[in-house]
């Protein structure tokens, strides 16, 4: 549950380092963060922040019916 939180917060407030957010979902080293999240998702925070915008900002606004 952390780790999403945590993909989610990494989403909402891009400007946010990953060792803040890592902090707000109760971790308390930001290695231990880094490496359970890559485990779980298959990419480091950045890496899966960077990917994850990339995905929705090449996706139409979901209320745009062109």
Known sequence: LRLEDAKRMLLEHPQMQASAVARLVGFSNRSNFARQFLAYTGR??????????MSR???????DYV
């Open 44 to 53: 480091t925070p950045a890496e899966w922040r960077a990917k994850a915008r």
């Open 57 to 63: 900002d090449s996706r139409a606004p979901e209320n």
